[in-house]
Protein backbone atom coordinates (compact mmCIF):
# COMPACT_ATOMS: atom_id res chain seq x y z
CA UNK A 1 0.00 0.00 0.00
CA UNK A 2 1.12 3.50 -0.84
CA UNK A 3 2.48 5.33 1.73
CA UNK A 4 2.89 9.51 2.58
CA UNK A 5 6.06 10.95 3.71
CA UNK A 6 7.37 14.93 4.34
CA UNK A 7 10.45 15.55 2.37
CA UNK A 8 11.87 19.12 2.48
CA UNK A 9 14.82 20.53 0.34
CA UNK A 10 16.94 22.25 3.03
CA UNK A 11 18.65 26.39 1.87
CA UNK A 12 21.06 25.36 1.07
CA UNK A 13 20.61 22.95 -1.56
CA UNK A 14 17.50 25.39 -2.63
CA UNK A 15 20.65 28.02 -2.70
CA UNK A 16 22.46 26.26 -4.71
CA UNK A 17 19.90 24.85 -7.49
CA UNK A 18 20.04 21.65 -6.80
CA UNK A 19 16.32 21.21 -6.43
CA UNK A 20 15.67 19.51 -10.34
CA UNK A 21 18.67 17.33 -9.19
CA UNK A 22 17.45 16.13 -6.09
CA UNK A 23 13.21 15.67 -7.28
CA UNK A 24 14.86 13.68 -10.10
CA UNK A 25 16.12 10.63 -7.93
CA UNK A 26 12.95 10.48 -6.09
CA UNK A 27 10.92 10.34 -9.28
CA UNK A 28 13.90 7.92 -10.91
CA UNK A 29 13.10 4.77 -8.51
CA UNK A 30 9.15 5.39 -9.01
CA UNK A 31 7.92 7.62 -6.16
CA UNK A 32 5.15 10.21 -6.71
CA UNK A 33 5.56 14.04 -6.13
CA UNK A 34 1.52 14.83 -4.35
CA UNK A 35 2.60 18.12 -3.19
CA UNK A 36 5.38 20.91 -3.87
CA UNK A 37 5.44 23.95 -2.48
CA UNK A 38 8.62 26.81 -2.77
CA UNK A 39 8.24 29.32 0.33
CA UNK A 40 9.60 29.98 4.07
CA UNK A 41 9.56 27.99 6.95
CA UNK A 42 7.87 30.09 10.07
CA UNK A 43 9.89 29.94 13.30
CA UNK A 44 6.26 27.94 14.38
CA UNK A 45 6.42 25.70 11.63
CA UNK A 46 10.47 25.03 12.96
CA UNK A 47 9.90 24.55 16.35
CA UNK A 48 6.87 22.20 15.58
CA UNK A 49 8.92 20.00 12.83
CA UNK A 50 11.99 19.62 15.43
CA UNK A 51 10.04 19.61 18.64
CA UNK A 52 11.92 16.08 19.29
CA UNK A 53 15.71 18.16 18.97
CA UNK A 54 14.63 21.13 21.72
CA UNK A 55 16.97 21.77 24.12
CA UNK A 56 20.12 20.33 22.60
CA UNK A 57 23.34 22.25 21.63
CA UNK A 58 22.36 22.19 17.69
CA UNK A 59 18.90 23.48 18.20
CA UNK A 60 18.90 27.27 17.75
CA UNK A 61 21.43 27.45 15.19
CA UNK A 62 18.68 24.25 12.95
CA UNK A 63 15.72 27.04 13.96
CA UNK A 64 17.61 29.77 12.56
CA UNK A 65 18.94 27.90 9.27
CA UNK A 66 15.95 26.38 8.21
CA UNK A 67 14.17 29.63 8.56
CA UNK A 68 16.67 31.59 6.93
CA UNK A 69 15.84 30.94 3.37
CA UNK A 70 13.22 29.31 1.06
CA UNK A 71 12.53 25.94 1.09
CA UNK A 72 11.31 23.53 -1.08
CA UNK A 73 8.42 20.99 0.52
CA UNK A 74 6.69 18.28 -0.32
CA UNK A 75 4.90 15.22 0.21
CA UNK A 76 6.26 12.30 -1.92
CA UNK A 77 4.23 8.64 -2.53
CA UNK A 78 4.55 5.58 -3.24
CA UNK A 79 5.50 2.11 -1.59
CA UNK A 80 7.08 2.13 2.04
CA UNK A 81 7.91 6.02 0.25
CA UNK A 82 9.00 6.91 4.60
CA UNK A 83 11.91 4.31 4.28
CA UNK A 84 12.97 4.21 0.65
CA UNK A 85 13.26 8.49 1.11
CA UNK A 86 15.47 7.58 4.41
CA UNK A 87 17.72 5.58 2.25
CA UNK A 88 18.07 7.69 -0.98
CA UNK A 89 18.60 10.62 1.46
CA UNK A 90 21.67 8.74 3.15
CA UNK A 91 22.92 9.46 6.35
CA UNK A 92 22.49 12.25 8.48
CA UNK A 93 26.07 13.45 8.34
CA UNK A 94 26.65 14.10 4.94
CA UNK A 95 30.66 12.68 5.74
CA UNK A 96 28.88 9.71 6.58
CA UNK A 97 26.67 9.26 3.50
CA UNK A 98 26.83 6.94 1.01
CA UNK A 99 28.17 8.42 -2.52
CA UNK A 100 25.14 7.60 -4.85
CA UNK A 101 22.81 9.03 -1.96
CA UNK A 102 21.35 12.42 -2.23
CA UNK A 103 23.69 14.15 1.20
CA UNK A 104 26.77 11.76 0.16
CA UNK A 105 26.49 13.46 -3.44
CA UNK A 106 25.10 16.97 -2.58
CA UNK A 107 26.09 17.48 0.81
CA UNK A 108 29.29 18.30 2.92
CA UNK A 109 28.55 19.28 6.39
CA UNK A 110 26.13 18.25 9.17
CA UNK A 111 24.28 21.65 9.98
CA UNK A 112 23.52 22.58 5.95
CA UNK A 113 23.01 18.81 4.90
CA UNK A 114 20.65 19.29 1.84
CA UNK A 115 17.46 17.65 2.86
CA UNK A 116 14.91 16.65 5.37
CA UNK A 117 12.68 13.83 5.28
CA UNK A 118 10.10 12.13 7.92
CA UNK A 119 11.53 8.97 9.74
CA UNK A 120 8.33 7.18 10.48
CA UNK A 121 4.86 6.97 9.16
CA UNK A 122 3.62 9.18 12.35
CA UNK A 123 6.03 11.76 12.00
CA UNK A 124 5.31 12.05 8.41
CA UNK A 125 1.71 12.56 8.97
CA UNK A 126 2.58 15.05 11.57
CA UNK A 127 5.37 16.59 9.36
CA UNK A 128 2.51 16.76 6.72
CA UNK A 129 0.32 18.28 8.74
CA UNK A 130 2.01 21.46 10.32
CA UNK A 131 3.51 22.19 6.27
CA UNK A 132 0.35 21.68 4.31
CA UNK A 133 -2.60 21.43 7.10
P1 LIG B 1 17.75 13.53 10.21
O1 LIG B 1 17.60 14.86 9.50
O2 LIG B 1 18.61 12.58 9.43
O3 LIG B 1 16.43 12.92 10.62
P2 LIG B 1 18.10 14.29 13.00
O4 LIG B 1 18.94 13.54 13.99
O5 LIG B 1 16.62 14.20 13.13
O6 LIG B 1 18.58 13.82 11.54
O7 LIG B 1 18.55 15.80 13.07
C1 LIG B 1 17.79 16.82 12.44
C2 LIG B 1 18.72 17.79 11.76
O8 LIG B 1 19.48 18.48 12.75
C3 LIG B 1 19.78 17.13 10.87
O9 LIG B 1 19.31 16.90 9.56
C4 LIG B 1 20.92 18.14 10.90
O10 LIG B 1 20.68 19.19 9.96
C5 LIG B 1 20.80 18.73 12.29
N1 LIG B 1 21.72 18.08 13.23
C6 LIG B 1 21.60 16.86 13.80
N2 LIG B 1 22.60 16.60 14.64
C7 LIG B 1 23.39 17.70 14.62
C8 LIG B 1 24.61 18.06 15.30
O11 LIG B 1 25.16 17.30 16.11
N3 LIG B 1 25.11 19.28 15.00
C9 LIG B 1 24.53 20.15 14.13
N4 LIG B 1 23.39 19.85 13.47
C10 LIG B 1 22.82 18.65 13.72
MG1 LIG C 1 15.03 13.52 12.00
Known amino acids: MDQKTYIMIKPDAVER???????????????????????????????????????????EGLVEYITSGPVVKMVISGPEAVVVCRKLMGATNPRDA????????????????????????????????IFFG
Open 17 to 59: GLVGSIIARFEACGLRLERVEHGMVTPEQAAANYAEHEGKPFY
Open 98 to 129: APGTIRGDFGLTLDANIIHGSDSPESAEREIA
